[in-house]
């Protein structure tokens, strides 16, 4: 949720910041704004909308020339996407610029205790009053931007990103974290601080990590970093291993049709150099030590969205392979209800961004009750890996549209070896089971590929059905989280009415929303896996068809039986039931995005979404 860039450097700020801002736009969408230092003033525009309309205000009202900026795309949480909501907020006194990503949970006393004082605050945000505080510290601290960004965290409750600029030290950024996420670019005389590296990857790939409750001064020369007393910390370098045009469409119209198109070499960039000569699976940079796995009792799986999709197909392999119970619970959930895990316990933690606050919250809990944490995430460096003691990263590349794609089948390839990496140690399988199990999955990338070639009738379907006002999608076994996966895409991007059923449940409620003309997707097992899942589920659309539904089948190659059944069949090909999730689900994303287009949407940003969610 919102994403933040500043520069100091010797560049024009304004390009490198809107450019930044252009590829944060992922991360909020509700309104945009810039500050520069000129000739010892700030000068700010912010607009409420897509970063489109404060492009035109800047072209309208140019900002003069300047080496330093900030800028900020909003997704809303305190006050509506207006104008004076928008970011960055200036102190009374013109002193202070801030933008900010995360919620102040005590800002209402603190907006008390400043009105009271006689401060007049002219947004609704909790942003604001950090601005007016900071400019109030600065004389107690002889105007060291740096050591009253000390005093002001000391002062804040919840999550933060901020960063600040103050016209008297014209070269000067400041940055401070806390449970929100905080880069820093580390360029040649120049430097950057941003929510995601894609914002300054076109001009460095050598990055900074920021810990917990730090503080980070930016210069054009030189960064240095503290806790919030002042401290020096050491901060750890990494690099980023993609260049910008991973960040670019690529001659795609959307970002989205483009990640569907690269499932093929996420999938093996997935699997690459985990599966040794000897077909073991090596998850070297995991950091998982095999006698600790040898004895948990348990598995909790913690994620949200589209990652807690994958955390359930992830619970169908696991406990088949390893005889663990494996619980997946939505991080929203789990600290707030005692949860049961301790010491025998490994909590998953799945994030494609590795920031979703449910999720690091969650894991905190987790860790808090002795539990032994790994994550599995896209985002190298991120809150989520960082905080845990193990990670599996999925190599997806940079995810941009808010719908998740290629990261959905990348945490199931990824949950898929952490499973038999844990059958493998714990000994519940044969290895040539698991070699077996390897080669199907080697075989997904090529599979994933035919799904795509294959794929044209979805559109065709998807044109037909967008007057539909409701459409359910049913699954039974693996079959059921792509379900409810298809109906997830369907709502946030074509603001469709749209359920996900386990196909047996529906007799038990859900039948009644069946009526004339209903399109219902099913999600078909395959008749070579266990052919009591296939027949139940073709009685489950004989079900809906007696009731008036349109039946659309994803249903494998060759599986003549379900012909007679279905209105139309998308076809995918032959799979192994536990490897069906990865090319079912392809056709389900491209009918959700068709869908959206034919709307009119914007399928990249559908409204009130925002990509990586830091707030609670
Ligand atoms: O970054 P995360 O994987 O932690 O995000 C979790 C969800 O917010 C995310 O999967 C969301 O549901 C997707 N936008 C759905 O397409």
């Known amino acids: 949720m919102c994403g933040i860039v500043g520069y100091v450097g010797e560049k024009q700020a304004l390009e490198v910041v809107v450019a930044g801002l252009r590829r944060l736009e992922y991360r909020g969408y509700d309104s945009a704004g810039v500050a520069v230092i000129s000739e010892g003033r700030l000068e700010v525009r912010k607009k409420a909308g897509k970063l489109a309309n404060l492009e035109t205000l800047l072209g309208q009202d140019p900002l003069p020339q300047s080496t330093t900026g900030i800028g900020h795309t909003r997704w809303a949480t305190h006050g509506g996407p207006t104008d004076h909501n928008a970011h960055p907020h200036v102190s009374e006194d013109g002193r202070v610029a801030v933008i900010h990503n995360g919620i102040i949970e005590n800002f209402a006393a603190l907006r008390a205790e400043l009105t009271e004082s006689g401060v007049q605050l002219s947004s609704e945000t909790d942003t604001e009053v950090v601005a007016h505080l900071l400019a109030r510290a600065l004389p107690d601290v002889a105007g060291d931007l740096p050591r009253a960004m000390q005093a002001v965290c000391h002062r804040l409750e919840g999550a933060f990103t901020l960063v600040a600029m103050d016209p008297n030290d014209p070269t000067l950024v400041v940055g401070a974290r806390r449970n929100s996420p905080l880069v820093v670019g580390l360029g040649e005389g120049e430097n950057f601080l941003a929510s995601d590296v894609a914002a300054f990857v076109e001009h460095t790939r050598n990055a900074l990590e920021l810990g917990q409750d730090q503080i980070v001064i930016v210069r054009a020369d030189g960064v240095e970093v503290t806790d919030f007393s002042g401290n020096a910390v050491e901060a750890a370098p990494f690099s980023i291993d993609w260049d910008a045009s991973a960040a670019e469409k690529g001659g795609y119209d959307l970002f989205m049709l483009k990640e569907i198109a690269e499932q093929p070499k996420a999938v093996a960039d997935a699997l690459r150099g985990r599966i040794n000569a000897e077909h073991r699976i090596q998850l070297d940079e995991a950091n998982l030590d095999d006698a600790v796995l040898r004895d948990i009792t348990k598995v909790v799986v913690i994620a949200c969205g589209t990652a807690a999709h994958a955390g359930m197909v992830a619970k169908y392999a696991i406990e088949h392979w390893t005889r663990l119970p494996v619980d997946v619970e939505l ?64 190599y997806a590349g940079p995810e941009i549209a808010v719908a998740s794609t290629k990261a959905f089948l990348t945490q199931i390839v990824a949950a898929y070896l952490v499973g038999l990496y844990l059958a493998q140690a714990r000994g519940t399988m044969f290895e040539d089971e698991i070699r077996g199990i390897l080669a199907d999955l080697a075989d997904m990338p090529q599979k994933v590929d035919l799904v795509l ?50 196909a047996g449940e529906l007799k038990h409620g859900p039948i009644a929303l069946i009526e004339d003309g209903v399109p219902v997707i099913v999600v078909v097992p395959s008749p070579r896996g266990r052919a009591v899942l296939h027949d139940k589920i073709v009685s489950n659309i004989q079900e809906v068809r007696a009731r008036g539904a349109v039946v659309i089948a994803i249903a494998e190659e060759g599986d003549e039986s379900i012909v007679p059944f279905a209105d139309h069949i998308i076809r995918v090909p032959e799979t192994p039931t536990l490897m069906q999730p990865l090319v079912s689900t392809v056709p389900l994303q491209v009918f959700a995005c068709e869908l959206a287009t034919v709307k009119g949407h914007d399928v990249d940003q559908p409204r009130n979404l925002a990509k990586s969610v830091t707030v609670e």
Not at 363 to 371: D, M, P, S, T, V
Not at 460 to 483: I, K
């Open 453 to 502: 070639d294959t794929v044209e009738p979805v559109r065709a379907l998807a044109q037909e059905f967008a007057n539909a006002t409701s459409v359910l999608f049913l699954g039974r076994h693996v079959g059921y989280p792509v379900a409810l996966e298809g109906a997830l895409k369907l709502k946030e991007l074509a603001y469709m009415h749209a359920e996900g059923f386990p």
């Open 331 to 394: 991080a929203s959930e789990f600290r707030y209800r005692d949860p049961i895990v301790g010491p025998d316990s490994l909590v998953i933690a799945i994030s494609q961004s590795g920031e979703t606050m449910d999720t690091l919250m969650a894991l905190r809990h987790a860790k808090a009750q002795g539990a032994r944490t790994l994550a599995i995430c896209n985002t190298v460096g991120s809150t989520i890996p960082r905080e845990s003691d193990a990670v599996v990263y999925t």
